[in-house]
Every structure is written in C-alpha cells, then in structure tokens.
C-alpha cells in the first residue's frame, strides 16, 4: 500500500519537505532573535541612560561619532547661541508642544544643536525665551542626528520659516550655512521655565515597530513550517486511501481519463449492448432480402 512513497513524484514531495521544514524553522528562529536583540538593545540603552545621569560630563569632541556606547552619554561644550529654531508636533508627557532648538557656536568653530527645553501648544517664536547672551557653557545628553518618519519624528515638509521637523544635519543644513555636528545635546536642566527633554534610546533599539514586525514574521516561519507538515500528511492520506480503493476494486488504479476514451461507453456496458442489438436489428431485414434475391426460382 505504501509503495507509492518511492515513485518519482513522492521523493521530489519527501525532498521539498525535508528541506522546507528545518528553513522555515530557522527563519523563524533568526527572526525571534532579532527581536530578543531589539529587546536587550533597550534593556542597555535605559541602563546607560540612568548611568549617564550620575557619570561626570566629557568634553563633546571625546564623545564623537555619537554611536551606542556614547549616546545619551553627558558632554560639555562651549561658544555663543546663534540662531533660534523651533521643532514643532513633539510630544512629552502625554502633552503637545513644541522643542527650543538653539544653535550653539562652539569655539572649535562648528555648530551645535541644541535643545534648551520644551513647551506646549502650538509652535509659537513669540513663546521661546531668546538664549543666553555671551560665552555659555552647555552640558547635556548627546543624541544622534534624528531620521525622519522614525521614532515618532515627523516627516512633514512645508514648515514656516524658523521651524524644523527633525533634529538632523541633513535638514538643518538646508536652513543654516554653519558647518554643523553630525548630533545634538539635549539640556539636563531646561533654560528659562522651559521643560528639559529626557534623552532617547538610539534607533533600532526598544520595542519599536521593527521589533514588532520581527516578532510577527518570527509567527509566520513557524506558521508556514507548520502548514508544511499538514500538507504533506494530506497528501499522504489521500494516496492511501486511493491505492485501499484500488485493492477492494471500488476504482480502476488505471482508468483511461482520456477526452475520448470518457467519450466512448465501455465495452460490456448496457449502452453499448443496446446500441448493439439497434444496429442488428437495423441490418436483418437487408439480410434476408439478399437471401430472397440469390434464392433461385423453380
């Protein structure tokens, strides 16, 4: 009953099945990790947040390329505020309201970010308190230039002038003709009544909507893994149960299924049997006429 396992057909079906399996496992598996990784990035960059809190402030040229071991790390640096911008639709502590983003001029002669505070409502210049005045001295958390659409950072363009929408080189340096950092300090302690922004997890960590997506496409591999088995185990039933027909004579294991052979009745069968006796039939009173015709006179 089972001989048909080692046909062509099922060794290809067996193949597939060996191969598919152990992939879609292993995809799956790959997918779960990335996601535990995502998790444990998280777990990191919170413990790294809360440490840089108590850790004593460097100097910002230490700390550059901003990457995961420096971000949300304290830096200090000096120079004059420049221009004054504002980033509105930020939201901080379940509230709408707008960042202070004030150019500082360090005396390395490029240009920082610098977020000195948050407000709310709409993004208004007549709100914003002007900067200090003078040679200043900032220390803050440092952040990596933002990516628009991620993270919550909008990507919205047509702002008014004096408006940004995300904290990057790539959209200040549209709107100001300093040679910038490639990052930002957010104020530990805001300036003039302003709301200090807390630091951010660097991106591709937390449980973000990359995360959740791996999380998904973790469920899918195994789902199809699963769906694999089934397959072929309803294959496999049905070949028994054809080849179990087969043996007690319920189907024909070699049945024509030819146009023309489902066409033509069967030998044997009563419609052939019928049309037969018609054709006889038809063909007798010729026959004796013919005999009549030879049949001399006396």
């Known amino acids: 009953m089972y001989r048909f396992l080692l046909t062509p057909r099922w060794w290809g079906i067996n193949v597939f099945v ?22 444990d990035d998280q777990r990191t960059a919170e413990a790294q947040a809360d440490s840089a809190r108590t850790e004593t402030p460097r100097p910002l040229a230490e700390m550059l390329p901003v990457d995961k071991a420096t971000y949300g790390k ?54 914003a308190p002007a900067p200090p005045a003078g040679e200043v001295s900032v220390t803050g958390a440092l952040q990596a230039s933002e990516t628009p659409g991620d993270n ?22 549209n709107l100001v003709d300093d040679d910038l950092y490639d990052a930002w300090v957010t ?52 070949e028994i149960e054809f080849a179990r027909d087969a043996e007690l004579g319920i189907t024909e294991p070699d049945a024509p299924t030819s146009p023309e052979a489902a066409r033509s ?11 037969t006796d018609a054709a006889a039939a038809a063909a007798q009173p010729a026959q004796e006429a013919d005999v009549e015709a030879s049949t001399p006179v006396r």
């Open 74 to 127: 304290r830096v200090t640096a000096s120079g004059r505020y420049g221009e004054q911008l504002l980033v509105p639709d930020r939201e901080l502590d379940g509230r709408q309201g707008f960042y202070v983003l004030t150019l500082l001029r360090t005396d390395g002669g490029r240009t920082l970010p610098v977020v000195r505070g948050w407000l709310p409502g709409a993004a208004d210049a007549a709100k």
């Open 18 to 39: 060996l191969l598919a399996i152990p992939f879609c496992v292993f995809m799956g598996s790959w997918q779960l990790s990335r996601f535990e990784a995502r998790v």
């Open 265 to 275: 009745p069967e030998a044997g069968s009563p419609t052939a049997e019928a049309e």
């Open 187 to 238: 104020l530990g302690t805001a300036d003039s009544g302003m709301t200090a922004v807390p630091a951010t997890a660097p991106n591709g960590t937390g449980l973000d909507l990359k995360a959740f997506q791996n999380l998904g496409y973790t469920g899918e591999w195994f789902v199809f893994a699963g769906f694999v088995v089934f397959m072929w185990f309803r294959l496999l039933r049905r």
């Open 152 to 173: 919550g950072v909008s990507a919205q363009g047509g702002l008014p002038p004096g408006q940004t929408g995300a904290i990057s080189t790539a959209s200040l340096v």
